[in-house]
């Protein structure tokens, strides 16, 4: 269970799983299945504002050090996918068979269910909500 110990002083991501738990209930995929397809194509999103923890994450979890920092981006981004996919984990939707057909009943539930401005400074609408699931595909 989560009390919150861990995010402490820090903006919390909820957003990768707000998302996730959309594609959970409309298409059955468990949860990892569902983070391990919307993290990478949101960290490309919010890139900009993600930056500096972006950065970070590159040298400390996959020593990328090299490059511009747009590069050192992508690299770990990319690094992250493969991680994903040597578990067997697919990062894409079309590795489960969906085509992104589904996207607008996605985003007609998140509406539903409040989530329409979501992630840790709420900046995450549903246009951009709708530019990540399309990434995913």
């Not at 957003?15 to 194509?41: C, I, K, N, W, Y």
């Not at 007609?108 to 989530?115: D, F, N, R, T």
Request: hydrophobic share 40%.
């Amino acid at each position: 269970a989560l009390i919150g110990l861990i995010g402490a002083g820090e903006p919390q991501e909820w957003a990768t799983h707000m998302l996730g738990h959309e594609l959970t209930a409309m298409h059955g995929l468990d949860h990892a299945q569902t983070l391990a397809v919307v993290l990478p194509a949101l960290w490309n999103e919010k890139r900009d504002a993600k930056r500096a923890k972006l950065l970070q994450y590159a040298e400390r979890v996959w020593n990328i050090t090299d490059g511009s920092d747009d590069a050192r981006i992508d690299a770990a981004i990319e690094a992250t996918r493969h991680f994903f996919e040597s578990l067997g984990v697919p990062t894409r939707l079309s590795g489960y068979g969906l085509d992104g057909s589904s996207i607008p009943a996605l985003l007609a539930k998140l509406e539903a269910h409040g989530m329409t401005q979501i992630g840790e400074h709420g900046d995450i609408t549903l246009d951009v909500s709708r530019r990540i699931y399309e990434a995913a595909r």
